[in-house]
């Protein structure tokens, strides 16, 4: 491969890589996290949708579930800081704050 065709190559990696980080942030759903309530408080989705957890409030989260097939912890979450994540497994999923145990969010996700 001549040094022409190796930048070239390069250049179509970085592209998809770019195109690949769109991908993520263009979630299916937004559920903010304001004054210590998930708004909104239910979303239905689909197998394979996601959902962009968005603190809006002026103090961290950890949004996390342990529910069965779709359990996931996305660690602190600073002001301002938005965090995907995709369901893959149908059924319900009971989404909770490991810092603010009255805050409560119920995910049905869809065949
Ligand atoms: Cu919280």
């Not at 965090?83 to 909770?96: H, I």
Request: with cysteine.
């Amino acid at each position: 491969m001549s040094f022409r065709h190796k930048v070239i190559a390069g250049a179509v990696l970085a592209n998809a890589l770019a195109l690949a980080a769109l991908g993520a942030l263009a979630a299916d759903f937004r559920v903010g996290q304001k004054d210590q309530v998930f708004t909104p408080d239910t979303v239905t989705l689909s197998v394979g949708q996601s959902l962009n957890f968005v603190n809006d409030d002026d103090w961290d989260h950890n949004v996390y579930s342990e529910s069965s097939g779709n359990a996931f912890d996305i660690g602190l979450q600073a002001p301002g800081a938005e965090t995907s994540v995709a369901f893959d497994t149908p059924g319900q999923v009971l989404v909770l704050c490991r810092i603010h145990p009255k805050m409560k969010l119920e995910i049905t996700v869809s065949e």
